[in-house]
C-alpha cells in the first residue's frame, strides 16, 4: 500500500466509486508525488513506535527517583465553600509523612492564559469545586497518605452552589471568583457583529434555527496525569511531568514558586495521550514541586482515573442557538449565533473557547453577515478547558445540522447547498482570517463520489441513512499565548557530529501524534540523509529550544517549518565543504541519497559523511537553529486575533449509519473522510489522526458526556464514562486530497483536530436521513432517539425525510469552481 | 490505588474454606476471580479483614458441561469456550460471552457472577466520592439516595448467568456449617432482603456449583443483553427465554429478567398462563406488554429507566422470535 | 509494621522471592517491585486493559490479581513477549501499520492478541475486535491495531486459507 493515501479500514468490500468518476484522490496523489521528495509524504512508521510495542518507551510514572516519596492530594467533600481552617499538625506528625502543605504556602494565582490567573496550587481559602485540592502530602507510601488525610481536619463553610450556568448568567449573591463580570458568575462574553445580520436575516427566503446542548466530554486519555519532582542541593528544581505543554509549565512553576526559570528544569517524558487534557500548567504539578522543596526528596504525584475526571479541562458542556438565512436560490445571506458555555470553576483556555465558539463557526461556508452572542460561565463544576477542536466541535454540529435542515427545507441536495456556499481558496473572510489554500471542494466531491452519495441519499430503506458535514480548523494559532517579549514560536537546533549523525533538539511535545517522526523525516529530506541518521533529543529544557506546545493544531505547520529552516542552515556548511572537496561552486550542488553531488551530474558528488567530517575540519560539530513565527494576521477590531491561523484545514465526511428504529440503537457503518491538510508529511500518521478522531468524535456524539447531578460528577470512571469499543468502530476511508499549502513545510497543514469536527454531525445528517429526526441533544443516546422517534410518530408516522426535489445541477467532479 | 491490610487464606478443600468462614465469621469475604470484590476493596467498599481465596479448592473448579455441572469458580471465559456448553446450553453460552471484556472473563468466574454485587452510581464511587455525599445505606451510611428513605436499597442486580440459569430451572449447590443444599437459582436470590444482603445465603455458606438439570438441553434458550457498549457495561436489561413447543404449542416457556431491579426474577406470573397455549403474534405481544407492566427499574444506571422498561418488551419478543426462527 | 508473606513469582522465565503484604495487587508489584514497566497502570479497576499481561499464557487484568495468588503461575509481561533483539509478528505488524500512538495502550493490546493469534491464528477482523474488546486504545480509533493484528494473523497462519 506505499504511496497510497486512500486506505479503507475493514475487510469488507470496496465501496463503488462510479466508474465515470474522475478519482480526486489518485490525482492528488499523482501531483504530490511529482515534487520528488524521498521521505516526504511516505507512510512512515513512527521512530518510537518499536519500543513503545516492546514496553521500553518511558512515560513519568516509569520512573524511579532515589529515596522518592509519594505525594497525594486531599480533595474538597464540597463544591463551593470557604475554607474556615485547615489543621495539619496531627498529619504532619504521623509517622512516614515527609510533608504537609495547604494553599497558604504558594498562594500566587496562576493560568494558562496570563490575563485569567486563577487557579493556584492547591486551594486558597475557598473550594471551587467537589474534588479540588485542599492539601498536598508527601509520604513513604499511599497508605500513609490516605492515613495522613484522615488526619487533616478541614472547616468549611458552604456558600450557595452555581451548577447551572444560566444561573451564572444572572446576578448572583456570591461570585465564584471576583474577577467574574458585573454582579453575576460569567468569566468572559463576546459580541461580535460583521455585515446586517438582522437586516439579511428580515431579507432571507428562509431562516433555520436550531438550539443544541451538549455534555462536557473528557479527553480520556489512557495515561492518568503524573509529575515528578526533585529539588537538589544546587538549587535547581527538575520536574519530570506528563504535559502538553512543558514551556507553559515551566512558566508557571516559575511564577508561583518564586524561582527563576534558569534553576527550573523542566523534562517531558513520553506522554500517554493529551488531546489538550494536559495542554494547560496544572495545580498538581505545582504542588509536587512544592513537596520535593519542602521535603528535599524526589517527590511522584500520581492520579487516579477519578482525580483525572476532576481535573478535567475537557470539552466544555454548551448549549448553542444558531440562525442560518439563506435566498432563493440557497445562498447563504446571514449566521447568527448564540452560546452559552460551563467553563466550571477555573477559567483555563476560557477566553479562548469563548471566542471559538463563533469565530471558528462559519467555518468554510462564506457569509457576509456575521453576529455572534458567546458566554462562559463559571460554576462549580470540574473546570472545562481545552480538548480536542477546541471550541470547534459543539458549535460545528449545530451549523452543520443547521445546513442539512436548510437543504432539507428547500429540497436541496445537502452536498450542492454546500457547493453553492464553499469560501474560495486565497479569500478574506467577514471576520478577516485569511484563507490561503483551501480544497474543501475536492473533498466534499472525492466524500460523494467514494460513498456511492448519488445511490443512497434519501433513498436507503427507512431506518438506514448517509450524511454529510463539513469540517474547518486553525493550522497553529497566529497568538502566542505569551507576546512580549517577542520570541519565535517553535525553534529547533540540529547538532551534527563526527559519527555523521544529527541530533535535533526541540521543545514540541509528542504525544503519540507522531511529530518526532515529523522532525527526522524533515530534517533527512532536506539534508538527502537516510531518517535513521537522525536521532531526536529528549524534550528537556536545559537542551532543547522552546517550542510552544502541542495546541492549536501548530506542531506539524511551525516545528515543520522551524525544523526546515535549521536543516538548510545545516545544509550551508556542508555544501561549502562538499563545493571544496569537489572544486564545484555550492550553488551547483545539491543532498541526496547519503551524498552531495553536482545537481546535473549525481555521479560527481561526495559521501554526506565526508562532507561533514570536511566542514568539522576547523569549527568541530555542524550546529544550526531554525525558527519559525506567523506573520501578523486578522483584523484591529476587539477580539480580532481569535482564529487567525497561518493557515486552516479542511474537511467533508459523508457517514452511513443504521438506526433500530425500536430501540434506538444507532450503528454507525461507514464513515469517508476526505480531509485537506495540505500534503500529508506522513501519510500513515495523518489517517491515524482521522481515524482516531472519528473514534473520540463518535464517542461524543453516541455515549460519552460527563453527567452531573447538581455539582457532583457521577461518573467519573472509564466504566461509567463510556468511550467506543474496537467493536463500535465504522469502517474507515481516508480520502487525502488537499493540494499544497504556500506556507506550510513541504505545503503541510494540520491534522491533528480538525478531523475530528465533521465527524458528529457527519452521522447526525445520516441518522435523520435514516429515520427523518434531528437530534440535538448530545450524546444522543438509545433512549433519547426512542423519545424522539416517539415524538415524531404521535406526530404522523415515522418515515424518512422527502427526497430532494430541486433538479440537482449534479456538479461535476471538475470544473464549476 | 491499594488494598487495604487483610490476611489471606488460602484453603485447598470446601471444608477447609467453610471452617475458615465459621473462624472469621462476619469478618470475611471469599475471593474467586476478583473481577468483583476487588474494584469494590479498592474503593474501599465493604472491605473485610479476612479474605478466603477459592484458586486452590480443586472441587470448586469442576466444569461439566456434559452432565450440566458449572463449578462455583470455573472461569467465565471457560463457559464462552466450551462447544458442548454452547451447543447444550446456548443460553448460558451467550450470557456469559456477553459479560465484561475478555480480560475481566479471563478471571471472573461462575459463583461471582452469580453473586455480584449489586450496583448503583451512589454506591460504585470512591470512598471521598461517597463521603462528599455523606455515604449510602449500602456502604458506610444509612440513605439510600436513589430512592431516599432508610430502609431499602435499590441497587441494581448486574449479573447476567443468573437469568440464563434460572429459565433451566438449574439449582445452586450450597455448602454450609450443616452440610450441603440445593436451591433452585430462582430462590437463591431474596425479594424479600433489604437489597443491600439480597441472596439467601447464610453467613458462611458457600456456593460450590451449579446443576442444570437433565432435559434442559433440550429446551430452545436464549439470553440478550441491554447495554451501551458491547463489551465492559453491565446489563441495563438481561432478557433470558427458554422455550418449548409441542405440536405448535407451548410445552414449556420461561422468561427470567436481569439488571432492572435488586435481584433477578424468574417471571412465572406472566408466562405460565401461556403453557398449553399457541404463542401466536397477538399473545408474545400481551405477554411483553404484561412483563413490562411488572418490572420497576430505578434510575441508577447509564438508561432511563422508562426506557429499560420498554426494552423489556422489545427484547422478550425479539428473544421469543428468534428462538422460533431458529436464529 | 504491615504483616508480609513470602510470594514467589516467575515472571518472564525469571523467579523472584519477594516478601510482602498479602494485599499487594500484582501490578503494584511488577512496576515497583520488579520495575517491569512496560505493564500500564490506566485506570486500577479493570475497566481498560492498559494493565494486561499473560497468566499461563492467558491475558489477565495484573491489577485485579493478588501477587500471592499468582504464586505457581507462568506470568509473561510485554518485556517477555518477544526473545531480546526480536520482535514477535504482532509487534512488528503494530510498528509498521501505524498501530500506535501514544503507546500507553500498546502493550496491553500487544499481550491479549499475541495470546488470541496464538489460539486462533486463522481470526478474522471481526473475531480480532471481539478479542480486543477489553482494551481501550483513545489514540489510534482501532483501525490500525486490527490492521495490524490481522495482517500478524496472516503471517503467523500462512498456509491457512482464511
Redesign the interface.
Known sequence: MAGTSSRK???AGTPTPSSTETDLVKEAEATRASAGYHLIGK?T??I????????????T??I?RPGMLVGRLL????PHARIRSIDVEEARRHPGVAAVLTGDRYPTPFGVLPMTHDETALAVGRVRF??EHVAAVAAV???TC?RAFELIHVEYEPLPVYDDPKVSREPVPVKIHDRALRDTNLQKEVFQHFGDVPKALEGASQKVKLSGKYLGVS??????HCTIAEHTPDGRLTVWSATQVPHYLHRSLSEVLGMPMHRIRVVKP??????GGKSDPFPHEIACAALAIETGRPVKV?F???DVFYLNHGRHPTQNDVTVGVDADGKFLAMDIDALIDGGAWSSFGVVTTYYNGVLAMGPYRFDNFRYHGARAYTNHPPSGAMRAHGGTNMRYTVESVVDEIAARMSFDPIELRLQNFLPPNFKTINEFRITSNSVRQCILAARDRSGWEEKYRKLPYGRGIGVACGFYISGSNSPIHFTPVFPQCTVHLKADMDAGVTIHCGAAD????SKTVLAQVVAEVLGIRMDRCRVAAVDSDTAPVDLGSYSSRVTFMMGNAAKAAAENLKVPLLQAASELLEVPPDRLEASEERIHVKERPSQGVPFHEALHKAMETKGALVASGAYSTKPLGGTFKGAKAGTAPAYSFSAYVAQVDVDP???FVHVENVWAAFDCGRPLNP??V??QI??????GLGQLL?EGLSYRGA?L???????Y????????PK?ECLLVGEDDPEGPFGAKEAGEGPLVAALPAVGNAIYDAIGVRLMDLPI???KV??ALEEQRKKGGAVKPPAPTRPSKRTPTHGGR | MHLDAFDLHQPTSVEEALALAQRHAGKFDFLAGGTDLLPNYKMHLNVRPHLISLDHVAELRAFRPEAGWLGATVRLRNLEGSSTLRRRYPGIAEAAEEIATPLVRASGTVGGNLLVETRCFFFNQSYPWRQALGFCLKADGDQCHVVPQKTRCYATFSGDLAPALMVLDAHAEIAGPGGRRRVAVADLYDPKGDGVRRTKLGPGELLVGVQIPPGAEHLKAKYSKLRVRPSFDFPELGVAVALEEKGGKVARLEIALGGLETYPRLMRAQTSPLVGERLTEERVKALSEDLVKAVRPVHNTFLAPDYRRKMTGVYVRRAIGALRSGS | MPKKVPVRLRVNGEEHELHLPPQRILLDVLREELNLTGTKRGCDLGTCGCCTILVDGEPRLSCLMLAKLAEGHQLTTVEGISPAGALHPVQKAFIDLGATQCGFCTPGFIVTAVAFLRDHPGATRDEISRALSGNLCRCTGYVKILDAVEAAARTLAPAQER
Do not use: C, W
Request: aromatic share 4%; glycine share 14%; hydrophobic share 30%.
Open positions: 479500514s475493514g475487510s507512510r512508521p513512527l518510537d513506535a518499536a519500543l513503545k510495542v516492546t514496553g521500553r518507551a518511558e512515560y510514572d516509569d524511579k480533595k474538597s467533600v464540597h467537589l474534588g507510601d499511599e497508605e490516605e479527553h480520556g486519555f489512557t495515561e492518568p513520553e506522554v500517554g495521550g493529551g488531546f500520581l487516579d482515573r477519578e504525544i503519540g501524534q507522531g425500536e430501540t434506538g500513515l500518521a489517517e491515524g481515524e482516531g478522531s472519528i473514534h473520540m455515549s457532583r457521577m461518573n467519573p470512571s472509564l466504566l461509567d463510556k468511550i467506543l469499543t474496537p467493536m463500535q468502530m474507515v443516546t438509545p433512549d426512542l423519545r
